[in-house]
């Protein structure tokens, strides 16, 4: 543990502590190190809220000059219940921690005791007292499990020095003006129903033409690499899965359907399994391959209520899906064209340079073989190869061990957003095991029957995320390519200017610019520049008086004002930035 991990989880302590003070009868569970701080997950008699958090950090001040270090003290688990006595969580935690055979410790500062394996700072005036703010309120379910009791987390952000705090605290102030559900809202791009249902959203005209430049983007630029598109219904039986290993890897997170016959299906969660199908469905030879499938279509996980959030996190998800069935020998080059892909991808959004994103190497944890399909030897092959590929390209790739499929391993393309946020999106994956549950084949170059590779490839990832996050990252002033409406033409008078506003569309829309001609006589000429502003347009065109007679416009963005613009000049500029 880390010496900021030390401090955040001593906070927590201190946190349970001056809690413990102010309402005697709090029931306390667990309190852990997180990124950026810590919280602690507690069952109060009388409900609290972030109003509350002024007092709670307050008295944690004032408790903390009476703290010094953590004394450690261990403990039979008959001790431990004793101590504990009237506090189901404790118990619970007490129970386990016994059936595992580790210690029972239990660890006091100042004076409070609480139940811990430890990991804190050696002397507590090494935390600055001014570099910790207590954060929000927020439920959450007795270890994540939503058939248990709702508790109140109280979050807590910790630092090593205010200057930190300040700065983490002015980048959340930004985050709060960039949140995708606030922007997406204002621009009208995606809604949610309470009769459809939670985690599934529901997308507007706007909405679903930035979906689609986004799948026709990645679709243009890797039909270049021989990719073809394929479809696959929603449903499946559950053999499938079981065949593929999610079932045991996933069940519980599946819908299930129940139709006329005794056949039980379910709603797929994934698209691989139903691909491996069409590859096996006619015979293949060395020489059709590598074969390429992509397709964009909807998978559905039924993820816990608790952990929904706005599209970062949904039950239905638009994956930009692709399966290459290849030999060994094509490993190098395939993958190399999906770096390809990755690459030209982000680079039209300005996310793709060395100081904006790096490369995981995903691999197994070796210590936990059991969370894995294949035996070691495929493994062992599987990372290497991919290895060996981030060198000869010369990717910003780091190893990570347990980040790896239960499948394959994993190259993982990790971006930076606009504040420094780390996100993971593409992703290449190298799977030399579920060809073989599903006994593919194809007839090498002397007549044996050979086993494919499976290369799976995602650009985007999940579409919702995807736009969670680059909704947030341009703070809705969309890249001219991706913006659902790039121009708007606004007349200053409809009556003296509606005829060359109404020619000026003409041309914009001719030269395969997305435009909209504003000239509802109901608004005004001022409200209609404040709602292009407020749409976040990369531009909109102004014409009256002087550009009618000089045959120009007027040329206005967030950023700059042109005017006296020739049409013809700013058309080829345009299209020359499109292409």
């Known amino acids: 543990m880390t010496d900021i ?21 709090t029931k306390l569970t667990l309190g852990p190190a997180i990124e950026n701080g810590f919280y602690y997950d507690m069952e109060f008699s009388t409900p609290i809220n972030d109003s509350d958090l002024k007092q709670i950090e307050k008295t944690m001040k004032r408790l903390s000059n009476a703290w010094s270090t953590f004394a450690q003290k261990k403990v039979s688990a008959d001790e431990a219940r004793e101590y504990f006595k009237g506090n189901e969580y404790k118990q619970e935690l007490i129970n386990e921690i ?15 005791t609480d139940l811990c394996r430890g990991g804190h700072v050696d002397d507590f005036s ?15 379910y007795w270890r994540g499990d939503e058939n248990n009791p709702m508790l109140t987390r109280v979050y807590g952000l910790a630092f090593d020095t205010k200057e930190e705090l300040d700065t983490y605290l002015a980048l959340q102030e930004d985050a709060k003006k960039r949140d995708h559900r606030k922007i997406g809202k204002e621009l009208g791009l ?37 990719y073809e598109r394929v479809t696959i219904p929603h449903l499946t039986k559950k053999d499938l899965y079981e065949t593929s290993g999610h079932w045991e890897k996933f069940g519980e997170e599946l819908f299930h359907v129940k139709g006329k016959s005794d056949a039980e299906f379910v709603i797929k969660p994934m698209n691989c399994p139903h691909h491996t199908q069409i590859y096996a469905a006619e015979p293949k030879s060395y020489r059709d391959l590598p074969v390429r499938y992509t397709e964009s279509t909807m998978v559905y996980r039924d993820e816990q209520a608790g952990e929904l959030l706005g599209l970062g996190r949904v039950r239905s998800i638009t994956q ?9 020998d094509h490993i190098e080059e395939e993958i190399g064209n999906i770096v390809e892909v990755i690459k030209q991808f982000y680079t039209s959004l300005d996310m793709w340079n060395e100081n904006t994103y790096w490369v995981s190497l995903s691999v197994r944890d070796q210590n936990e073989p059991e969370k894995y399909l294949g035996d070691s030897v495929v493994w062992d092959r599987a990372e290497n190869i991919l290895e060996e590929v981030a060198k000869k390209f010369k990717l ?3 190893r990570v061990e347990g980040e790896a499929a239960f499948y394959g391993p994993k190259l993982d393309f990790m971006f930076h957003d606009a504040l420094g946020r780390e996100r993971q999106l593409a992703t290449a994956q190298l799977d030399f095991n579920m060809p073989n549950r ?75 610019v997305r435009v909209e001609l504003w000239n509802d006589d109901r608004d005004g000429f001022g409200k209609k520049i404040r709602q292009a502003k407020n749409e976040k347009l990369p531009y909109w065109i102004v014409v009256g008086d002087e550009e009618m007679n000089a045959y120009t416009i007027t040329v206005e963005s967030k950023d700059e004002q042109r005017k006296g613009v020739s049409l013809e000049t700013f058309i080829e500029s345009i299209t020359n930035r499109l292409k």
């Open 5 to 25: 991990e030390k401090k955040r989880h001593s906070l927590a302590h201190l946190l349970a502590a001056a809690t413990l003070t102010l309402y005697p009868d």
């Open 98 to 112: 016994e059936a595992r055979g580790e210690d029972i410790t239990l660890y006091t500062s100042g004076d409070f």
């Open 126 to 140: 090494s935390i600055d007292m001014n570099a910790f703010k207590l954060d929000r309120v927020a439920g959450a």
């Open 190 to 226: 995606f809604t949610f129903s309470e009769l459809v249902g939670p985690g599934l959203p529901l997308f507007t005209p706007k909405g679903t033409k930035l979906r689609e430049l986004i799948i026709e983007k990645i679709h243009r630029i890797q039909s270049n690499f021989g």
């Open 320 to 328: 930009d899906d692709g399966h290459v069935f290849c030999t060994v």
């Open 396 to 398: 910003p790739y780091k």
């Open 438 to 512: 599903f006994h593919l084949e194809y007839t090498d170059d002397t007549g044996n029957k050979q086993t494919p590779v499976m290369i799976h490839r995602a650009i985007a990832g999940s579409l919702e995320r995807f736009l969670s996050i680059i909704i947030e990252h341009f703070e809705g002033y969309f890249p001219l390519w991706l913006a659902p409406t790039q121009i708007a033409v606004i007349p200053v008078n409809n009556d003296l200017h509606g005829t060359y506003a109404e020619e000026v569309a003409e041309h914009l829309q001719k030269a395969g």
